[in-house]
């Protein structure tokens, strides 16, 4: 097998995304969205993402959720992450989410997004801590998470209901490298 080499890409909000450009990435992803959650009925029609684009705009202006697109070097959408952030002020974690695009996974996209977005988390957010999931069985998704640094903590089970089965996932947690416990409290 020969692996690629990742070309260089961009983090970009995603609400600075075209329209098109993210509602064609949705429905070629259809299948990765639906193997992690049970659907809706319309969620992957125009009006729904429309709504998450325009969602995106909001939670971001409320510093409560941060979605930023992986863009290639020629503009093509690969992927997206998003960063969901505890409401509890001295907490300063974020659930961390990523979606590459099946083409490109396999190859390192994943990997280095994750790091990239890690990085902007606690370097210009200001987190403290990001928390990950991903299903037990998802091996390339664990894989990621452990390439990346993040330790498993725990097995929450029967967590998620996928088309009416309950799953179990591992979860996740990283640390920001650049912070003590003394100066978290000292910032307050």
């Not at 692996?3 to 995304?17: A, G, M, N, S």
């Not at 049970?38 to 969620?43: A, L, M, N, R």
């Not at 390439?147 to 029967?158: D, L, P, Y």
């Not at 490298?177 to 003394?182: C, G, I, K, S």
Request: contains cysteine; proline residues 4%.
């Amino acid at each position: 097998m020969v692996r690629l080499q990742t070309k260089p890409f961009y983090l970009i909000p995603l609400h600075d995304v075209p329209f098109d450009t993210f509602f064609k990435f949705i429905t070629e992803n259809r299948h990765l969205f639906e193997a992690n959650h049970t659907c809706v009925p319309g969620e992957y029609e125009e009006p729904a993402v429309k709504a998450a684009l325009l969602n995106s705009v909001i939670d971001a202006d409320r510093k409560l959720a941060y979605r930023y697109a992986v863009i290639l070097e020629n503009r093509r959408m690969i992927g997206f992450i998003r960063l969901i952030s505890f409401v509890s002020l001295h907490q300063r974690s974020a659930d961390v989410r990523i979606t590459i695009d099946y083409r490109y996974q396999n190859v390192g996209y994943g990997t280095k997004a994750l790091k990239r977005a890690a990085q902007f988390a606690f370097n210009e957010l200001g987190f403290r801590k990001l928390t990950a999931t991903a299903l037990t069985t998802n091996t390339p998704a664990n894989q990621t998470l452990l390439k990346c640094n993040f330790n498993m903590v725990g097995i929450m089970t029967h967590h998620v209901n996928i088309e009416g089965t309950w799953r179990d996932v591992n979860l996740y947690e990283l640390l920001n490298p650049n912070n003590t416990n003394e100066e978290l409290w000292t910032q307050y």
